[in-house]
């Protein structure tokens, strides 16, 4: 066997990290989506403050991500945002106090126009909703006008969140991602949207906030597979239900201290994330987008080999080098 695996390693760095019998070629990182597009890398920046307008996810794009999923929106209701946009705890962690987007469908869409054009190789998607409260023909038409909207929009995917971790109006619709009934009725209405072809994928947002993901997840399934001409898969998962105790802005309060309810994210819910993915081991033939708590480059490597299924022959064929945190994922190709 000849023996030629010597150079590889960082060459930012410019280490040389000698391991022998590898010959190491860095890792397509190409990804498909569906079977709708292939992507430059798996790395889509998810619904949040960071993908609320043009601007924010332009930025996003040159800088190398692979697609944006622009802020959750609706049309014509009445979007409260307080004060506090966004809690921060620590460098790692953030959370959401602010719902969803104060803008428009229609902004939205417009935004999606100019950067598919701009950005013809990403993903560009749009994030949306309906009601979860009243007649359930009521509640149907409304996921079913947000979804078509965004189809006949333009967005290249829509995501569909099914947990708001910040709480609702305590009906059973609030917590539609934790019940298996509710969760299923929603898929079904979104995936029987007039407007929704093979072409726009959906996603649907589950939460880590509860104890059998699995259950929920295998009856979502069941669901999404009632519709072979559709494409559909899930998100897992999404901020995490928390309390952040802040210092208050608020005068002459005799405790200093506010409790705001926030959905947190980063750092601090990977570990919760890690499991859910974890233990959608035996969930076969669905696409899951890894959600929750990827801030560095080896939480995003270990999201990639958990979401191969922990199939151990296929991670022998990866080699994960760290060098001064700076993860690169190799292929290992056995020399012959
Ligand atoms: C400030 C903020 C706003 C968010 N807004 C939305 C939203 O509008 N729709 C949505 O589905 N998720 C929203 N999220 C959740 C994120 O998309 C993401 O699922 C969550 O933050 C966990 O991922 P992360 O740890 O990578 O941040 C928001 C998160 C934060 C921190």
């Not at 901020?239 to 208050?248: G, L, R, Y």
Request: contains cysteine.
């Amino acid at each position: 066997m000849e023996n030629k695996g010597q150079q590889k390693s960082s060459r930012e760095h410019g280490h040389e990290v000698q391991l022998q019998g590898y010959d190491f070629t860095p890792a397509d990182l190409k990804t498909q989506v569906f079977k709708t597009k292939v992507l430059p890398n798996p790395f889509v920046l998810s619904a949040s403050p960071l993908t609320d307008g043009y601007h924010e996810c332009k930025k996003a794009l040159d800088a190398g991500w692979a697609g944006v999923i622009l802020k959750t929106a609706f049309d014509g209701i009445p979007i409260h945002i307080p004060n506090h946009y966004m809690s921060r705890m620590g460098n790692e962690s953030h959370a959401n106090c602010d719902n969803v987007s104060g803008r428009s469908l229609d902004q939205v869409i417009a935004d999606i126009t100019k950067l598919k054009a701009e950005y013809p190789d990403r993903l560009i998607a749009g994030s949306t909703g309906g009601p979860v409260f009243g007649e359930d023909s009521f509640c149907k038409n409304g996921w079913q006008k947000n979804i078509g909207k965004l189809c006949t929009g333009g967005a290249e995917l829509v995501e569909l969140s099914l947990s708001c971790p910040q709480g609702g109006d305590s009906s059973e619709g609030s917590i539609a991602a934790q019940s298996v009934a509710q969760s299923c009725k929603i898929v079904r209405w979104a995936l029987e949207t007039p407007e929704l072809t093979k072409k726009v994928p959906l996603l649907f947002k589950m939460t880590a906030a509860c104890t059998s993901v699995e259950t929920i997840i295998k009856a979502v399934q069941k669901v999404i597979e009632e519709y072979p001409e559709k494409n559909a898969g899930i998100t897992m998962a999404n901020s995490f239900p928390a309390v952040d105790i802040k210092q208050t802005v608020r005068p002459n309060r005799a405790y200093p201290y506010d409790a705001i309810v926030v959905g947190l994210g980063g750092a601090h819910v990977l570990p919760i994330s890690n499991l859910s993915l974890t233990s959608l081991f035996n969930v076969q033939n669905l696409q899951i987008s890894g959600n929750g708590g990827v801030v560095d480059n080896k939480s995003a490597a270990d999201f990639q080999i958990i979401q191969q299924k922990v199939d151990h022959n296929e991670v022998k064929k990866y080699i994960i080098i760290d060098i001064n945190n700076n993860i690169i994922i190799y292929r290992k190709n056995e020399i012959k």
